[in-house]
């Protein structure tokens, strides 16, 4: 082969990188949410859906691969092709807190995703069933002390976010808890409904609609001022507990290598869309705080939040297998 004619092939090679770039997006873009549609994760995906495909010029398709608190998902954007065609909406415990309690996870976050954009926050909310004779945080913090009995907490399964923040919450109040984990989203609702657990940590996007539809009581909120959607509940630090303040996020996240022209694209197209007043409007009367950050911001969050929520998980001494 002639010096020459490997220029022009060096050449022919280095060009296709940059015209698979610019055919970005080439079809529907595929956005894996890890829980069931009609939960707070989903109500996310597809309010940003609607609004970021007419930016993109391709629609962006909800997947719902629900299971294992988030993994399945995470496990399938993870091992698609790097070229942003097949991203994630990820959230703090798929991203943050399972590569804490899992020694066998199919994925490693920092390995195997590229941080796109934070898109929404979430605090949480301390619920207990409407039938339940707390009115208050302080009188259900006096009872479950004085119980018999560990006070039930309803889980969306072992090692989630509402998981730990219940040990987190029971440890600052110094009461003893037993931990009751569902399999999904809708059990773990049914279960706290009809009274068969007592209590449980709650995103405000799953809250507002069971507190205003008369089906739960909302007893504190963990964040550092009250949410909007639910400006009658107090937080925990106006009770006197400021350390049980701990949130949800959900983030976008593309294939590790998936080209940075495609990154910022997904980050530029996303957090316009977030800037539509019609997508503001859905998503805080969910109870969602929208965000809409840079790549650098959201690669700040998660490592924080790693750190954050290993030390939880450590302090409990939980593993998940």
């Not at 091992?79 to 804490?100: H, K, N, Y």
């Not at 049914?190 to 609609?209: D, H, K, R, Y």
């Not at 940075?260 to 957090?271: E, F, G, I, M, T």
């Amino acid at each position: 082969m002639t010096s020459t004619l490997r220029r022009l092939l060096g050449g022919f090679v280095l060009c296709l990188p940059i015209a698979a770039m610019a055919q970005f997006p080439n079809g529907p873009v595929r956005l894996n949410v890890g829980f069931p549609p009609g939960t707070g994760p989903d109500i996310v995906a597809r309010t940003l859906s609607q609004h970021m495909g007419p930016l993109l010029g391709e629609s962006v398709v909800v997947e719902n691969k629900v299971g294992a608190g988030g993994q399945i998902a995470a496990q399938t954007v993870a091992r698609s092709p790097a070229d942003g065609q097949t991203i994630l909406l990820g959230e703090v415990g798929s991203i943050s807190i399972s590569p804490a309690t899992y020694r066998n996870l199919n994925y490693d976050p920092p390995r195997d995703f590229a941080p796109i954009s934070e898109v929404v926050r979430a605090d949480f909310v301390l619920v207990v069933p409407a039938s339940s004779p707390y009115q208050d945080l302080t009188a259900f913090v006096e009872g479950g002390k004085k119980a018999a009995d560990r006070i039930n907490f309803a889980t969306f399964g072992a090692g989630t976010p509402g998981h730990f923040g219940a040990e987190l919450f029971a440890r600052e109040a110094g009461m003893k808890i037993e931990a009751i984990h569902y399999r999904s989203t809708g059990d773990a609702v049914s279960g706290l409904v009809s009274g068969a657990v007592q209590a449980a940590f709650v995103t405000t996007a799953l809250a507002v609609p069971q507190v205003q539809g008369g089906k739960m009581r909302a007893l504190a909120i963990t964040g550092a001022q009250r949410s909007p959607a639910l400006a009658s509940v107090p937080t925990f630090a106006e009770r006197g507990l400021p350390d049980v303040n701990f949130g949800a996020w959900f983030a976008l996240f593309a294939p590790a290598g998936t080209p940075d022209a495609v990154l910022n694209r997904l980050q530029k197209d996303s957090a316009a869309a977030l800037r539509q007043p019609a997508a503001v409007r859905s998503l805080t009367e969910a109870g969602f705080v929208v965000v809409g950050s840079d790549r650098k911001a959201l690669q700040t969050l998660l490592s924080a939040e790693s750190k954050r929520w290993s030390d939880v998980v450590k302090a409990t001494g939980f593993r998940a297998d």
